[in-house]
């Protein structure tokens, strides 16, 4: 059964939008949560992270909020750039990784 | 510095065959994962070693899999016999323990894109 879940196979979003991609994980002992961004023929890289002590982490365009109690994260790329089109990977774990199944962001010039 | 590095990039190989891929982690790094990535289930978690000992092996599908670690700088992946269904990108991550405590960051190759006919 997968740890963590992404609902949302695909996003499409005009450059200069907000794009908000959603996670969902299912076990509460988990301390890290991270997105990676992954382009073709290319492995996942690392975009931005949280612990779990933290609600909210920003770095540039980026930002990713986590919400506890409801087992949820997401990630805010503002302004969307052409660029940002990627799949998009939530993770989280402790000693380990769990990911989920990854979300297709395209944004449109 | 040299990433993640891993081998081969593509493999196209008949049912039955024996297949093994191959991952050099990053220099200083002492936990090394194998994921297998596929559409219905995205990134799967294989097998991780931590100072070269496997620690979690409970995602490696069957006894048709198994992975080695014998020393700090290299692992192997291997599949004997191959089936249709192990086709996939196979990828090999590492991490250092400080990295971890900090951000779970994960240090991913390039990938093996396997192929069984």
């Known amino acids: 059964d997968q740890q963590v879940k992404q609902n949302s196979p695909s996003l499409s979003v005009q450059e200069g939008r907000i794009s908000i991609l959603n996670c969902d994980y299912t076990n509460s002992m988990f301390d890290y949560f991270l997105w990676y961004k992954k382009y073709p023929a290319e492995g996942p890289t690392f975009l931005i992270s949280?612990?779990?002590?933290?609600d909210k982490n920003e770095d540039g365009r980026f930002t990713v909020f986590l919400n506890k109690s409801a087992k949820h994260l997401s990630l805010h790329i503002v302004p969307s750039q052409p660029g940002d089109s990627a799949v998009y990977f939530c993770?989280?774990?402790?000693?380990?990784?769990?990911f989920g199944t990854g979300t297709r962001l395209t944004v449109i010039p | 510095d040299a990433g993640v590095i891993q081998s081969p990039r593509h493999e196209v190989t008949e049912m039955g065959q024996e297949v093994t891929l191959r991952c050099k982690p990053i220099?200083?790094?002492?936990?090394l994962f194998w994921y297998r990535q596929t559409m219905m289930r995205g990134l799967e978690l294989l097998i991780y070693?931590?100072?070269?000992?496997?620690?979690?092996d409970s995602g490696m599908p069957e006894d048709r899999f198994s992975a080695k670690m014998p020393n700090a700088s290299f692992s192997t992946l291997k599949i004997q016999p191959s089936e249709p269904r192990d086709s996939a990108v196979y990828f090999c991550?590492?991490?250092?323990?400080?990295?971890?405590?900090?951000?779970?960051?994960?240090?991913f190759g390039e990938g093996s894109r396997l192929t069984v006919l």
């Open positions: 993770a989280a774990g402790a000693n380990n990784l769990f």
């Open positions: 070693f931590n100072n070269n000992v496997p620690i979690d």
């Open positions: 991550a590492s991490s250092y323990d400080g990295t971890v405590a900090n951000t779970g960051e994960l240090f």
């Open positions: 220099s200083g790094h002492n936990s």
């Open positions: 949280i612990s779990s002590i933290k």
